[in-house]
């Protein structure tokens, strides 16, 4: 099994910053995307921002040149710097993981942590 261990979230006003980490232990033989997702209220949950292993990354339009995801292959961890946040960035963050055992592929969700942004 893996666990995953989500860190980070708060309450900041509009324009602040925020640095999520997400670190994954277990039964790791590897570790393939590594993403953030994030879902408001009344709203589906949205994919965020994603790193390859090799270090690829896509983010979604509204949050380019605000965000960085990055990750520490030694430590198992990925992270999600956010700048200039926005009350529209409100909303629990979940960080997902392609985990690969040496047998079969996983799929690990964080437990989420709450983010909010006041105006």
């Known amino acids: 099994q893996v666990q995953l261990v989500e860190s980070g979230g708060g309450l900041v006003q509009a324009g602040g910053s925020l640095r999520l980490s997400c670190a994954a232990s277990?039964?790791?033989?590897?570790?393939?995307?590594m993403g953030w997702y994030r879902q408001a209220p009344g709203k589906q949950r949205e994919l965020v921002a994603v790193i390859t292993s090799g270090g690829s990354t896509n983010y979604v339009d509204s949050v380019k040149g605000r965000f960085t995801i990055s990750r520490d292959n030694a430590k198992n961890t990925v992270y999600l710097q956010m700048n200039s946040l926005k009350p529209a960035d409100t909303a629990v963050y979940y960080c997902?993981?392609?985990?690969?055992?040496?047998?079969?592929?996983?799929?690990?969700w964080g437990q989420g942590t709450q983010v909010t942004v006041s105006s």
């Open positions: 997902n993981v392609m985990v690969w055992n040496g047998r079969n592929m996983g799929d690990y």
């Open positions: 277990g039964s790791i033989f590897s570790i393939n995307d």
